[in-house]
């Protein structure tokens, strides 16, 4: 099923607004995509300067194929951007699709891509009818993983040298899953 203009929603966490991408959040997308860690696990070349970060937001917003939602969690209060967050991959056939988050450096550690995995998560099964959702970062990227098991997303393997940053250092990555008939919050917190 694909989803349509009239199917994209608006969620509401404790601390956000998850809506789809607008073009006025360009200039903190930019930003976000300038950031280190951004860049290194989770880059969108093609973003350079403000009318690209726009037109990155304008695709963001067009759900119109189906294989991927995307939102952007904003401050209730200011509208600023705070997490780029996607369903992306989404297999109607399967039930199935990928998670993946960026949040902008100066928002970080307060628990925002949790708050939002956890919504996109909850929709992803109530709303969206999908069985399975999973995610995937790089064994290096010990926050992303903070990230997943915070999120009920149990650690299922490793796949090695599954893909090579920009530096051109191959990378392990994790696979983690949640299941809609997993348990709230069912696994460890950590992945060491
Ligand atoms: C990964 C990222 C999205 C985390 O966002 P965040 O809002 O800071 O994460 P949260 O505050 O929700 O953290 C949830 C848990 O993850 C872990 N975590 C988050 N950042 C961490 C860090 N820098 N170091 C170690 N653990 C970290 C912690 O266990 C944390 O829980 P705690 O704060 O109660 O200890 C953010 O650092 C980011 O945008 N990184 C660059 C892009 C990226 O790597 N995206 C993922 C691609 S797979």
Not at 7 to 27: C, F, H, I, K, N
Request: aromatic share 8%.
């Amino acid at each position: 099923m694909a989803l349509t203009i009239d199917d994209m929603p608006t969620l509401s966490t404790q601390r956000l607004v998850l809506r789809p991408p607008q073009p006025a959040d360009a200039e903190d997308a930019l930003a976000l995509l300038q950031d280190e860690q951004v860049a290194r696990w989770y880059p969108a070349p093609d973003v350079v300067d403000l009318a690209s970060a726009a037109a990155w937001c304008t695709r963001g917003a067009d759900w119109s194929r189906g294989d991927h939602a995307t939102w952007h969690g904003v401050d209730p209060v200011t509208g600023r951007l705070v997490v780029n967050i996607s369903l992306f991959s989404i297999d109607a056939e399967h039930s199935t699709a990928k998670v993946s988050y960026r949040v902008v450096p100066w928002q970080r550690r307060k628990g925002y891509a949790r708050e939002a995995v956890l919504a996109v998560t909850s929709w992803a099964f109530a709303e969206r009818g999908l069985a399975r959702v999973q995610l995937e970062h790089s064994v290096a990227n010990t926050a992303s993983c903070g990230v997943a098991f915070g999120s009920g997303y149990g650690l299922e393997g490793t796949l090695r040298s599954a893909f090579v940053t920009a530096d051109g250092v191959r990378q392990d990555v994790h696979v983690h899953g949640r299941l809609a008939t997993d348990a709230p919050i069912p696994w460890g917190t950590s992945c060491q």
